[in-house]
């Protein structure tokens, strides 16, 4: 059936937000998913697209539906001028020719829990994006996560809000 998704109209400034994901790397989302992601987009409580992204690790969703997914949500993110949140693991090299892509849109945001060689680190700094890694990487054994940090303006390094393995760093 076809999902329809009206978000209200708000009078005021909401009182919380919201990112907008489908996690289409772990399951391919279906049109009426995407179209009712595309209404809720439209909403003033939505402020960012994501977390999206490939992921060919685990590989829960094909990946041609993840690729297909994923221009879906950076298109949906150009449409409504919103940051997108990244996530990418084994599929680094093409993530960044993917928003290479969609670089001639204001494309902006987050490489969400950062892992990737230090290429694509680079890369994503030089499209622009900002780079959050999650607390693992204050772990003793992290020493390659520890590396892409200095590889990260301090003005364009996060920390995963949520993350309950971080000490304080």
């Not at 402020?47 to 490939?54: D, T």
């Not at 990244?86 to 987050?110: F, K, M, P, Q």
Request: glycine share 4%.
């Amino acid at each position: 059936s076809r999902a329809t998704i009206t978000p209200p109209a708000l009078p005021r400034p909401p009182a919380w937000i919201c990112a907008l994901t489908l996690q289409a790397y772990s399951h391919a989302p279906r049109n009426c998913c995407l179209r009712a992601s595309n209404a809720l987009a439209a909403s003033d409580v939505v402020a960012a697209i994501g977390v999206v992204g490939l992921d060919f690790y685990r590989q829960h969703a094909a990946p041609e539906a993840q690729r297909r997914a994923l221009h879906a949500f950076l298109e949906m993110a150009r449409r409504h001028d919103l940051p997108v949140a990244l996530h990418c693991r084994d599929a680094y090299a093409e993530l960044l020719t993917i928003l290479e892509e969609h670089r001639s849109s204001v494309l902006r945001g987050v490489i969400h829990c950062a892992s990737g060689p230090a290429e694509f680190i680079q890369g994503a700094l030089r499209l622009g994006f900002h780079i959050s890694f999650s607390g693992t990487v204050t772990f003793p054994n992290a020493q390659a996560t520890q590396a892409l940090v200095a590889l990260v303006p301090d003005d364009r390094l996060l920390k995963h809000p949520a993350d309950r393995a971080a000490v304080d760093w």
